[in-house]
């Protein structure tokens, strides 16, 4: 299959489940919003080395926030909610809690699976906090040094799907990152998707296991056009850059839609990209199996795509 | 089956209207509800003596009609279920109900609302002395719930509430949240003097004043500045959803702030608006 002249191969993304929780957080101002979501995401590329994987979903205009002013939605991702609840309660202890006129409600209904977010960091407060409870949800008002900082004592998690993939393969670095960037960007459109790392983009694709014992991960041998004559490779001649887009999502669907969105507008064979491809371990490792074919059979976006 | 329950103005007794909520008739036919027994003055009388019963309309709720300013309690204890009365009503109404929704249609007496512990009592007239508080020599007032005015209220409202909500758009008497331990009161009127004296905790919400918070407060407030409180901007937009709009000139954005009372901790505040702010 073919899109525009860019080969879509036949293989699928291979994701696993993780535990999810979406982060509204408000400030006085939209510029404040996107530095504390930002600050609130940063470091949190891939469960690999991280903590957490989490970055913003999209902007909020102040209609769609529970208090009024603009904001911002961050999706966090973790494979347990023990692990989502440690790496939330720092990451809004630290990084919105302390930006200037903040606050930090939950974007999921807290039924059961609920995490201590709000409940945990009252304590700061040092006894003067103060509980306000509405319409079945709890907030806590802690005294900041510009008033107060005010945070939803738990918030609500889902199932979630992480590690959706999209391989882009090409010519020319400065064409296929082009490429990419435009990949990302529509597949940022689609709602409840996150694509953690830097730009949405990973340069590092890994592999599991290592020579070295000590390490989970490790470069992707057969993706790095420089090992090309000392290891197998999947990188076809002519080939001299790959870059790789990784979609977390709230559920499989939003994550095919992504993918869908991303194979559309990164089959940029103008920009030298020669082929599109997606990462798996053999379906060992994960239970979503993201066929990209399939997908782009589904999807009602307008393809050009040939046979 | 939608019950609605018509006072014929039969007597002018008092009338404990304990049994009058939504519970009471659920699964009973309009003959079956006529026979209820309601306290009269120091008998019992079956509830068709008094009332006009009728069913029909659909729904399970229940409905009243008439002056029924001699009729006390109605919905007392109430833990579920709908009710809407359209006229004025007695003393106590809605006291002590732990769920479910009251809609009045009128005015009510004194300690409608008292010792509330959950649930939503909404009355368009205004309120009498002692809304969501407690009884004479009780610890505590409203435990949880919401009480909304849209007229004026009398003396004490509040007072010694443990937790919920007391929203009221008109005027309030002396006392507002007297010996408050928690919970939240917003009035949009005018404030009687004393507001807040002994308050513990809890929050006293007065968006619509322009400065003047010193006149009725205790010396025992100390005044912390100037303040941003969007977190009222949930309870306004809550409101809203409950039916209680607020003007468009209110703002969240800041607000002057009192702390107190600090003879015990100080942990209560006074948030009191300021205009164009």
Not at chain 2, 175 to 204: D, H, P
Request: charged fraction near 20%; glycine fraction near 16%.
């Amino acid at each position: 299959m073919q899109i525009g002249g860019v080969k879509i191969a036949d293989t699928f993304a291979e994701a696993f489940p993780m535990t999810a929780a979406r982060a509204i957080v408000t400030a006085d101002t939209a510029a404040w919003a996107e530095t504390c979501g930002r600050t609130m995401a940063g470091y949190a590329t891939s469960v690999i080395g991280c903590d957490a994987e989490a970055a913003i979903e999209r902007t909020l205009a102040p209609e769609e926030t529970p208090d009024g002013r603009p904001g911002v939605s961050v999706l966090v991702f973790a494979f347990s909610r023990e692990a989502l609840e440690k790496a939330m309660v720092k990451r809004v202890g630290q990084c919105v809690m302390t930006c200037p006129t903040t606050a930090c409600y939950s974007g999921l209904p807290a039924g059961e699976k609920a995490i201590k977010v709000g409940g945990s960091l009252r304590y700061f407060g040092d006894g003067w906090q103060i509980s306000k409870r509405l319409a079945g949800r709890r907030y806590w008002r802690i005294p900041v040094m510009d008033g107060e900082f005010t945070c939803e004592e738990l918030f609500g998690t889902t199932k979630g799907v992480a590690g959706g993939n999209l391989i882009l393969l090409g010519t020319d670095r400065a064409g296929v990152l082009r490429a990419t960037e435009e990949a990302v960007a529509a597949m940022r459109r689609v709602p409840d998707v996150i694509l953690p790392f830097p730009g949405g983009i990973a340069r590092s694709g890994s592999k599991v296991g290592s020579k070295y014992k000590a390490l989970r991960a490790s470069t992707n041998t057969a993706y790095a056009p420089t090992l090309r004559g000392l290891v197998p490779t999947e990188l076809p001649e002519g080939v001299s850059c790959v870059y790789e887009i990784v979609i977390d999502g709230l559920t499989l669907e939003a994550v095919e839609r992504a993918t869908t969105a991303g194979l559309h507008a990164g089959a940029r064979a103008d920009l030298g990209v020669t082929a599109i491809t997606a990462g798996n371990y053999g379906g060992k490792l994960g239970p979503f199996h993201i066929r990209l074919h399939d997908v782009l059979k589904s999807s009602a976006a307008p393809t050009g795509a040939g046979g | 089956m939608s019950l609605t329950i018509t006072w014929r103005g039969a007597t002018a007794l008092p009338v404990d209207g304990r049994t009058l909520k939504p519970a009471t008739f659920a699964v009973m036919s309009v003959d079956e509800a006529r026979r209820v027994a309601i306290r009269v003055g120091n008998g019992k009388v079956e509830l068709g003596e008094l009332f006009d019963v009728r069913g029909g309309g659909g729904g399970d709720g229940l409905t009243i009609e008439g002056d029924l300013r001699g009729v006390r309690g109605i919905g007392r204890r109430m833990a579920a279920g709908t009710m809407v009365l359209r006229g004025d009503v007695g003393a106590e109404l809605g006291a002590e109900m732990s769920g479910g929704i009251i809609e009045l249609h009128g005015s009510a007496g004194p300690y409608a609302g008292a010792e509330m512990r959950g649930g939503r009592l909404s009355i368009r007239g205004d309120a009498g002395d002692h809304l969501g508080a407690a009884y004479p020599g009780s610890r505590l007032g409203m435990r949880e719930g919401v009480i909304l005015v849209e007229g004026r209220a009398g003396e004490d409202v509040g007072a010694v509430m443990r937790r919920g909500l007391i929203a009221i758009r008109g005027d309030v008497g002396a006392g507002l949240g007297r010996g408050m331990i928690a919970g939240t009161a917003l009035v949009l009127g005018a404030v009687g003097r004393q507001a807040g004296a002994g308050m513990k905790r809890g929050s006293l919400i007065l968006p619509d004043l322009d400065g003047q918070a010193e006149a009725f407060l205790v010396p025992t407030f100390a005044p912390a500045g100037r303040y941003p409180a969007p977190f009222l901007e949930i309870y306004y937009r809550q409101l809203e959803a409950w039916g209680f709009a607020i003007p468009r000139a209110i703002s969240s954005r800041m607000l002057h702030r009192y702390n107190g009372d600090v003879l015990i901790g100080g942990r209560g505040e006074v948030l009191a608006g300021i205009r164009g702010g």
